[in-house]
C-alpha cells in the first residue's frame, strides 16, 4: 500500500479511505484493466458482428492486455501476494476475468443461436480460448524469459487463436 500510495501521489490514510485493504485494492485494479475487454464484448454482442471480425476484436483486446508489461507486473504481483491472503484469488477473479468469460459465453451464445458457428458447451469453449492466448509465450513472459510479444507476435497469435476457434466450431465463412 505504501508503494502505491507514493505512486498515486496520496497519503496511505487517503488510499485506505478509498480501499479498505489491499485486496480491495487489486480488485478494482483489475476491474478497472478489464473495463476495455468488457466494453468490447458488449460492442460485439449488440451490433452481431459476423464471426470472424467478432472473435478477432475481443481477442484482440483481451491479448493486449494479458501482454502489457503493467498487466504481466500486476500479475507476478498477485500471485505472490496469494500465499499471504487466501481470499485474495478469488475476490481478484470475480472482479474481472468472471465477468470476461461470462460476457464471452453470452457472445458464443448467440452466435451458436444463429447458427454462424456450433458451439455444444459455450463456457468450455469460452475458457478455451482464452486458454489458447494465455500458453507458452504468457508464461515465458511471466517468468521473465521475453519482454511480451511485438505487434506481428500478437497479431499471429490472434489469427491463430481465432482461424483454430471457428475451424473447431464448425464456421463455413
Known amino acids: 500500500m505504501e508503494a502505491i500510495a507514493e505512486a498515486a501521489p496520496v497519503s496511505k490514510p487517503t488510499l485506505y479511505s478509498h480501499f479498505k485493504s489491499k485486496q480491495e485494492l487489486f480488485a478494482a485494479v483489475i476491474a478497472e484493466r478489464c473495463e476495455v475487454l468488457l466494453e468490447t464484448?458488449?460492442?460485439?454482442?449488440?451490433?452481431?458482428?459476423?464471426?470472424v471480425a467478432g472473435l478477432k476484436s475481443i481477442v484482440s483486446a483481451f491479448v493486449e492486455l494479458i501482454y502489457a508489461e503493467e498487466a504481466l507486473a500486476l500479475y507476478r504481483l498477485m500471485v505472490a501476494e496469494?500465499?499471504?491472503?487466501?481470499?485474495?484469488?478469488?475476490?481478484?477473479?470475480?472482479?474481472?476475468?468472471?465477468?470476461?468469460?461470462?460476457?464471452?459465453?453470452?457472445?458464443?451464445?448467440?452466435?451458436?443461436?444463429?447458427?454462424?458457428?456450433?458451439?455444444?458447451?459455450?463456457?468450455?469453449?469460452?475458457?478455451?480460448?482464452?486458454?489458447?492466448?494465455?500458453?507458452?509465450?504468457?508464461?515465458?513472459?511471466?517468468?521473465?524469459?521475453?519482454?511480451?510479444?511485438?505487434?506481428?507476435e500478437k497479431q499471429l497469435l490472434i489469427d491463430a487463436a481465432v482461424a483454430l476457434f471457428l475451424k473447431g466450431h464448425g464456421y463455413e465463412g
Open 41 to 51: 464484448l458488449m460492442i460485439a454482442k449488440i451490433t452481431q458482428l459476423e464471426p
Open 82 to 152: 496469494q500465499q499471504h491472503f487466501p481470499e485474495l484469488g478469488a475476490l481478484i477473479y470475480q472482479s474481472g476475468p468472471a465477468l470476461v468469460l461470462q460476457q464471452l459465453s453470452a457472445y458464443l451464445s448467440e452466435l451458436d443461436a444463429c447458427h454462424a458457428l456450433r458451439i455444444p458447451d459455450v463456457e468450455l469453449s469460452s475458457r478455451l480460448l482464452m486458454g489458447m492466448l494465455k500458453g507458452d509465450e504468457h508464461f515465458r513472459c511471466m517468468l521473465g524469459l521475453q519482454q511480451g510479444l511485438s505487434e506481428a
